[in-house]
């Protein structure tokens, strides 16, 4: 089904947009693209937060699960493929072939790209969180493309 | 499905992000947003072209079929309401609701910004079309909201 990739070409071409037009090719100006990148990925988690079914989450827990297979299978078709937590309000989410890294596995870019392809999901996922009513800080790391981790860090109000 | 809201909200975020970043908010900076849309909407038409099941193509019009009904269907799972021809070279798109003019319809938006939710498309058209092997000038028009008109053009090589 092309509506499937549909999504990824258009956040790839997002990605190359932002970059071509920041004005400072350095460290300052790629912080403002994945500034704009997780921002951008926020909205669309608020927005996708409302239209996901949902049920009633008993327990912290319960809403990362709820990340890692309604909104993955939504948003990549698939389940994340692993869940940890410290039980203190750390949970460390792992794709171990992340769909918008694989063009990068293939050799297509470079490992030092790799924030630009995982920051509009930290947005995504810290917008969903809100969504359901959870403040959160959400960072990404790669070790080994196209395997990925988001840690999740559930703010207390 | 949310995969089905996600190309949209990613879209509406564009849009409205190219807008907030130009410079210039006159129309000489709205010229260049569209042209932004319009080029990143071709670049996903391309690799949409290559990625739809292609059957052969006997007459140029059976390429404009595809369009309204295959590409149509993969982005935004309708097809095209009707297809209209003069026989050299000219055709007209009409879609009755398009989902990008929708939130417009609804009382979001205002017409005057009609052709910000249409550049994307356009080169989506385009693009796809120069994947098939076809040059052509696509350009778009709205009467009512949220119906809207897409001209092809073919360009004879």
Do not use: C, H, I, Y
């Given at each position: 089904?092309?509506?499937?990739?549909?999504?990824?070409?258009?956040h790839a071409e997002m990605v190359a947009e932002l970059g071509a037009r920041d004005p400072d090719p350095g460290p300052g100006?790629?912080?403002?693209?994945?500034?704009?990148l997780e921002g951008t990925g926020f909205r669309v988690g608020q927005a996708l937060?409302?239209?996901?079914?949902?049920?009633?989450?008993?327990e912290e827990l319960d809403v990362l699960k709820f990340l890692c297979r309604d909104l993955w299978v939504a948003v990549f078709q698939k389940q994340m493929d692993g869940l940890c937590t410290n039980h203190q309000g750390t949970y460390?989410?792992?794709?171990n072939s992340f769909p918008l890294l694989i063009p990068m596995a293939l050799g297509l870019q470079y490992l030092e790209d790799a924030p630009k392809f995982l920051a509009f999901t930290c947005g995504l996922l810290r917008g969903t969180l809100r969504t359901l009513g959870f403040q959160s800080l959400v960072t990404s790391s790669v070790a080994t493309l196209p395997a990925c981790k988001f840690q999740v860090e559930i703010r207390k109000s």
């Open positions: 089904m092309a509506d499937v990739v549909l999504f990824e070409f258009l100006g790629q912080k403002r693209s994945l500034s704009v937060g409302e239209r996901l079914p949902r049920e009633t989450f008993r460390v989410l792992q794709d």
